[in-house]
């Protein structure tokens, strides 16, 4: 009765495991890759589970955290948290657990980039208004110039270079 209690609790537990987005792995006293679920081995990608146990032991420290990056297949890097604790009642041993954070990443980026943008407007409209109230200015005297009656063409040519000018600038 006792085994059979055991193998049920095993296999739930192992339900548990399976059923997880996050990955987990038990590493030995070693250092040295024991078993890991489905999900680890999916986010580990093409490496095999020696490998990412190494990367692990050199990368992340004991009971720490660290983020990795990893090749995917095909081109590209995808980031993992990975976060080392030792297992209760078993010294030495390790539980890793390794989550995905490559899409985190990349809104985090993407929201960084957005609001530099943001930042560049505001002082191209900050600009833009600084720029266009003495222009505002010229173009209006130029075209009083041009409309005096003194008829002096001198003063017309160099009031319409005046008006060509302002209005380029203002564009």
């Known amino acids: ?5 055991e193998e049920r609790t095993r ?3 192992d339900g548990v495991l399976a059923a997880l987005s996050s990955g987990v ?19 580990a990608g093409a490496m095999n589970d020696a490998a ?17 990056e990893l090749p995917v297949a095909g081109g590209g ?17 390790e539980v890793v657990l390794v989550t995905d954070v490559t899409e985190r990443n990349r809104a985090v980026e993407e929201r960084v980039r957005l ?3 943001a930042e560049v407007l505001k002082t191209l409209s900050v600009l833009s208004h600084k720029i266009n109230n003495p222009l505002t200015a ?18 017309a040519k160099a009031a319409a270079v005046i008006e060509d000018a302002s209005l380029r600038i203002a564009e």
């Not at 792995?25 to 986010?43: Q, V």
């Not at 990412?52 to 983020?67: F, S, T």
């Open 1 to 5: 009765a006792a085994l059979d209690e």
């Open 11 to 13: 296999a739930r537990l």
């Open 25 to 43: 792995m038990i590493l030995g006293t070693d250092g040295k890759f024991l078993t890991a679920n489905a999900a680890a081995r999916d986010l």
């Open 52 to 68: 990412l146990a190494r990367i692990i032991a050199r990368r992340v420290p004991r009971e720490g955290e660290a983020e990795i």
């Open 77 to 93: 890097q995808r980031s993992l948290l990975i976060a080392r604790r030792t297992m209760a009642g078993d010294l030495g041993s």
């Open 115 to 117: 609001e530099k943008l």
């Open 138 to 155: 010229l173009l209006g005297r130029a075209q009083m110039l041009q409309a005096h009656p003194s008829g002096e063409p001198s003063v």
